[in-house]
């Protein structure tokens, strides 16, 4: 396709410039010539445009158009790229750049006009001004919708009811779409287009874990389209110069100022060191695990043995582990205990207990 355009634009930079010769006067007196007296043909003014416009169509040209794709195609990006917010903050900043730049432009409006070249100074001063509003007005973006947050009391910029995007292991967890269901989620749940794909390839593993974990994911997404109260919006923006799915989805959540929402450890963390704000369904299942104290009674069923001798091992319903001394004596058995300490680790919650004055519960 290359050669093929290069071609072309040879033929056509080959008639531009034979028709610049006969435009400027150059051409060669051939009428007398010979169609068989090649040297004058290959030595006429209007062979050499030929071959000179050839040319420069097919290095020239193509090198210039090139250039201009690609500064299309990076524009492209960047337009994609770019919120509305910083859209119109940018809007605002140039227009109060160009009355800045017209007032300065009145009121020096005598001088200007002094001579010929006094409208390309004021054209000048207007674009400069056109330029630092708009640079001003994008780095102070956060303050400057904030300002609007406090003036007309709504919340524009970091706004209790947001955007939140679902990555994969989230989807595939389940738990989203009863929360989603429950109403403690607000806002729309965006599904980047890369997430589907990511689905889509887990769901065709050969792995029979891995692709029942994908259609999982598949179905759970289907499920919570069905529902009334849960919006669910699919996007298609995606980032071509990046090659991990997380690294787009915390691209995309700075673009749309949105949540991400996961149970990925290390996403969580490398989201929150770039300034974007997480929801970790791990971190709200343990949030909202009932508080027990030591000294607390409760009811348990040891079903494992601890890692130290002579410990039992009990879980609760909501899945924390209890690890209770001398629990090995009451194996399969349901007793008694009393809490002596709580560890909390990134892990969970864990608790540790000894039967209560060895009170076994039938």
């Known amino acids: 396709m290359k050669k093929l355009m290069r071609f072309i634009l040879g033929v056509f930079g080959s008639i531009i410039c034979f028709n610049l010769v006969g435009i400027a006067g150059l051409s060669s007196d051939l009428s007398e010539v010979s169609i068989y007296e090649v040297d004058s043909w290959l030595i006429s003014s209007e062979f050499i445009s030929i071959v000179i416009g050839f040319l420069l169509g097919f290095f020239i040209l193509f090198y210039l158009l090139e250039k201009v794709l690609q500064l299309a195609i990076r524009f492209e990006r960047k337009l994609k790229e770019l919120s509305w917010r910083k859209l119109i903050v940018g809007v605002i900043g140039v227009t109060i750049g160009l009355l800045f730049g017209l007032l300065v432009s009145l009121a020096f409006s005598g001088v200007l006009k002094s001579d010929g070249v006094g409208k390309y100074i004021g054209i000048l001063i207007n674009m400069i001004f056109a330029y630092l509003g708009l640079s001003i007005f994008l780095y102070k973006e956060k303050e400057i919708m904030r300002l609007f947050e406090k003036k007309y009391n709504v919340d524009i910029y970091d706004g209790v009811i947001s955007n939140k995007i679902l990555d994969t292991s989230v989807i595939i967890d389940g738990r989203i779409a009863d929360i989603a269901k429950s109403g403690f989620i607000e806002g729309v749940l965006i599904i980047p287009e890369f997430i589907l794909e990511e689905l889509r390839h ?35 923006q995606d980032f071509d110069d990046i090659q991990e799915v997380d690294s787009k989805l915390i691209k995309l959540a700075q673009i749309m ?18 300034g974007v704000r997480v929801l970790n369904i791990n971190e709200l299942a343990n949030a909202v695990k ?5 000294g607390e009674e ?27 001394d001398d629990g090995i004596n009451y194996m399969n058995q349901k007793v008694s205990v009393l809490v002596t300490s709580i ?20």
């Open 298 to 324: 409760m009811s348990v069923k040891f079903i494992n043995e601890g890692k130290v001798v002579g410990q039992g091992v009990a879980y609760l319903d909501y899945g924390t582990m209890i690890v209770v």
């Open 290 to 294: 009932p508080i027990v104290l030591p």
């Open 202 to 236: 887990i769901a065709d593993s050969s792995e029979t874990l891995k692709r029942n974990r994908g259609r999982r994911g598949l179905d759970i997404l289907k499920q919570m389209q069905k529902e009334p109260n849960i919006t669910v919006e699919i996007v298609d």
């Open 257 to 274: 100022n949105a949540k991400i929402i996961t149970n990925d450890y290390n996403l969580n963390k490398v989201a929150e060191l770039q």
């Open 343 to 362: 560890l909390q680790t990134a892990a969970g919650r864990m608790i540790f207990a000894k039967p209560n004055a060895k009170k076994q519960i039938v």
